[in-house]
């Protein structure tokens, strides 16, 4: 099993630029999330998903959309990237309480 | 509002030294507290409680969960240089919170 994997591992974008970071798990696991971390501020909840077809907000959603069409993946998408955006942005999916964590995307707006 | 205040926010100990780190809770739907300890990379699981009073052990790491008083912690004894890291601690309802981390520096 390869875990919970996001491409790509580092971008740099342009203020205004879209793109989208692209999670996949292929632990059929139910629940997935997005968090974005940056110095002093922890793990911060961007979007989540309890399954397929299915997304919330966390704490810090403004800026950011989701999708979750299939199980295995959930993709975040940046529409017009600001400097604001710039972190390192973590995938993680849990079953039964346990939650897994992707390798993380750091991403840098200038 | 949902939170998750962990405490110290910082720590540097000498090797050999036992520490302890808190995480105290508010959320609407308590299910589980998690503990996790971040190296350079992502977050790695160490243990998850649900039960208040019942300690879960690995090695020289512990952790006890209070649902009374809405808090846990985490034990490490006899510290290590390999046990500098960031831990960080989270507590799901129907989704999964973080504090900010204690940032624990062991020295040699």
């Known amino acids: 099993n390869a875990g919970v994997t996001q491409t790509p591992k580092f971008r740099v974008l342009k203020t205004g630029q879209s793109m989208t970071l692209l999670c996949a798990q292929d632990?059929?696991?139910?629940?997935m999330y997005w968090y974005r971390q940056d110095p002093g501020m922890g793990l911060r909840l961007i979007h989540y998903?309890?399954?397929?077809?299915?997304?919330a907000k966390g704490e810090v959603p403004d800026g950011y959309n989701v999708s979750r069409l299939k199980k295995q993946n959930f993709l975040l998408g940046l529409e017009s990237a600001a400097p604001s955006q710039t972190s390192v942005y973590f995938c993680?999916?849990?079953?039964?309480?346990?939650?897994?964590f992707g390798p993380g995307t750091r991403l840098l707006v200038l | 509002e949902d939170k998750v205040v962990q405490s110290p926010l910082s720590l540097v100990v000498h090797e050999g030294d036992t520490v302890t780190l808190n995480c105290s809770y508010e959320?609407?739907?308590?299910?589980?507290l998690l503990w996790y300890k971040q190296e350079k990379k992502a977050p790695t699981f160490l243990f998850m409680l649900t039960s208040s009073g019942i300690e879960k052990k690995s090695g020289r790491l512990s952790s006890i969960l209070d649902k009374k008083e809405l808090f846990s912690i985490l034990n490490i004894t006899a510290t290590q240089t390999g046990d500098s890291a960031v831990y960080l601690c989270?507590?799901?309802?129907?989704?999964?919170?973080f504090g900010k981390g204690t940032r624990l520096h062991i020295l040699p």
């Open positions: 989270a507590v799901r309802d129907d989704k999964i919170i």
């Open positions: 998903s309890v399954g397929e077809g299915t997304t």
């Open positions: 632990m059929n696991h139910e629940y």
């Open positions: 959320v609407t739907n308590f299910r589980s």
């Open positions: 993680a999916s849990s079953h039964q309480e346990t939650q897994y």
